[in-house]
Nanobody, 121 residues
Framework: VQLQASGGGLVQAGGSLRLSCAVS????????MNWFRQSSGKEREFVAG????????RYADSVQGRFTISRDAAKMTVDLQMNSLKPEDTAVYFC???????????????WGQGTQVTVSS
């Protein structure tokens, strides 16, 4: 599978951004699409995941109620709508595929390149 993330940028606290991940070459090992993020000096952390066929979603506690993950099977994209952004959301965001539902980066199979999100206070 090939994953291509886009949509990052600079936004003020309280603002919104929408990230998109273009998916191609989906295989039977890519049952779940995820968003992770990594800020300077920290480990890569899980943000949200969606089971591709069922559409079931899971979120990290830190983004629950503010972020929404969605997928468009026709367009082959996985989006992350981020609202009420906070400075602590500043990070490089990555999309990743996995065979099963995961909570850690070690469970991911394929990664896209990251896209920078910067939230100013």
């Amino acid at each position: 599978v090939q994953l291509q993330a886009s949509g990052g940028g600079l936004v003020q606290a309280g603002g919104s951004l929408r990230l998109s991940c273009a998916v191609s070459g989906l295989t039977t090992s890519d049952n779940v699409m995820n968003w992770f993020r990594q800020s300077s000096g920290k480990e890569r952390e899980f943000v949200a995941g969606i089971i591709w066929r069922e559409g079931k979603k899971r979120y990290a506690d830190s983004v629950q109620g503010r972020f929404t993950i969605s997928r468009d099977a026709a367009k082959m994209t996985v989006d992350l709508q981020m609202n009420s952004l906070k400075p602590e959301d500043t990070a490089v965001y990555f999309c990743a595929s996995s065979a099963t539902v995961i909570r850690t980066a070690t469970g991911a199979g394929s990664w896209g390149q990251g896209t920078q999100v910067t939230v100013s206070s």
